[in-house]
């Protein structure tokens, strides 16, 4: 894990509302923070809300999708960091901010390439359009990047096609575009998933170096508690649409308050490899814009109690740096 992050907000999304088609509320009450240089790991089950949450912040919602309330804000308000408010951003202010003040890496490397170019010209075209530098020093520059990402033999790989790249190298290639521009936000959704355990490990190093040395936050996304243990510094638990635990990584996964947490350890099994069999979690999370009274997990938890269905349950605080949406938390006097 790295060293503690600057305490300057990067990131700052206050009770996000989004809803798809007909009015149907798939994301509520989102509310979380990415200090400078700080590494978030927003995970859950497919269809709770991850994805949606951060094509929000990105401005990429589907047609379908709108935001109904709540701020996403970009930037601290400090001379370096000037603060943005991201919610009904234009797209000239969209086409500012993507890719010089944060950036994106999805799961499927291939299909954001275009297969008739050259890996090197798709990332030169960035540097010389966005970033206005010369042919000459663009390429200098690719190169450069593309070692940077690991791809050692930079001259080779420059030269090269999409289709005669591995899915890791492609990963790499696509994370080399998204720092081109040297971002401070970078939004890793669902990275490693369609990679073999061996390069999954090299991708997630290759993330943790370029924090360091580009001081970059970094939100990553995925389903894989294991990925979060190793790689950020707090983490922020999906269900159903809402955030129902967050605080340090260790601590969530050492002592996790919400049953939902708790559920999901047991299926993840962390650090007990002799384990010969996993926990399941019966039942299936609500679809998305379904209406629920109280707690969108009850129908599936073991503790489930008539209070956890009366009505609306915060996110109540469990200590200074965790929170949990469970009637069943301790909250301190």
Known sequence: MSSPPEHTSMLTVEDLQVSVGDHLVAVRDVTFSIARGES???????????????????????????????????????????????????????????????????????????????????????????????????????????????????????????????????????????????????????????????????????????????QLSLLLVTHDLAVVAETCDRILVMYGGEIVESGPTEQVLGDPQHPYTQALMGVASIGDWSRRTLDTIPGQPPAAGEEMPGCRFAPRCRYAAPECVAGPIPLLTVDRDRSSRCVRVAVPA
């Not at 309330?69 to 000239?92: C, F, K, M, N, Q």
């Not at 010089?100 to 890996?119: G, K």
């Not at 990332?123 to 450069?144: F, Q, S, W, Y």
């Open 40 to 214: 978030v790991g927003l995970v859950g089950e497919s269809g709770s809300g991850k994805t949606l949450t951060c094509r929000a912040v990105l401005g990429l919602l589907p047609e379908t999708g709108q935001i109904d309330r709540g701020s996403i804000l970009l930037g601290s308000g400090d001379a370096d960091l000037p603060a943005v408010e991201l919610t009904g951003a234009r797209r000239s202010t969209w086409n500012q901010l993507r890719g010089t003040r944060i950036a994106a890496v999805f799961q499927d490397p291939a299909s954001y390439l275009n297969p008739s170019l050259t890996v090197g010209h798709q990332v030169d075209e960035v540097l010389r359009i966005r970033g206005g530098l010369a042919r000459r020093v663009a390429r200098e520059r690719t190169l450069e990047l593309l070692h940077e990402v690991g791809l050692h033999d930079a001259e080779l790989v420059y030269h090269r096609y999409p289709f005669e790249l591995s899915g890791g190298m492609l990963q790499r290639v696509i994370i080399a575009i998204a720092i081109s521009l040297n971002p401070e936000l970078l939004i890793a959704d669902e990275a490693t998933t369609a990679l073999d355990t061996v390069v999954q490990a090299e991708i997630l190093e290759l993330l943790r170096r370029l924090r360091r040395t580009h």
